[in-house]
């Protein structure tokens, strides 16, 4: 089992910058592909970015492109999303996800991640 744990959300206005942060425990994430996902009121949730295993391919939703960076830490069991030049709807619970299916997984669906944190809070104001 892998416990996952958010962290970084928080409150700030349009065009700042936040980092989130997403401790991995129980074992090690190191051959998994992490997500982060994200759940506005009143929506489903959706796929904001995803990184392989090693690191070296990422994927992002086209609204985040070129604002928002995932990136993984294999050797401190952690994955980030560095989220610049926020817009009041990028306003959402933010979850973190892992991807145990095997080194070649690398997917935008939500139902192939099996491992989710708790989620944090980001709230963008304008």
């Known amino acids: 089992q892998v416990q996952l744990v958010e962290s970084g959300g928080g409150l700030v206005q349009a065009g700042g910058s936040l980092r989130l942060s997403c401790a991995a425990s129980g074992r090690t994430i190191s051959r998994y592909a992490m997500g982060w996902f994200r759940q506005a009121p009143g929506k489903e949730r959706e796929f904001v970015a995803t990184i392989t295993w090693s690191g070296g391919r990422t994927y992002y939703t086209d609204s985040v492109k070129g604002r928002f960076t995932i990136s993984k830490d294999n050797n401190k069991n952690m994955a980030y999303l560095q989220m610049n030049s926020l817009k009041p709807e990028d306003t959402a619970v933010y979850y973190c996800?892992?991807?145990?299916?095997?080194?070649?997984?690398?997917?935008?669906?939500?139902?192939?991640?099996?491992?989710w944190g708790q989620g944090t809070q980001v709230t963008v104001s304008s």
């Open positions: 996800a892992a991807d145990s299916r095997g080194i070649y997984s690398f997917s935008t669906d939500i139902k192939e991640y099996d491992y």
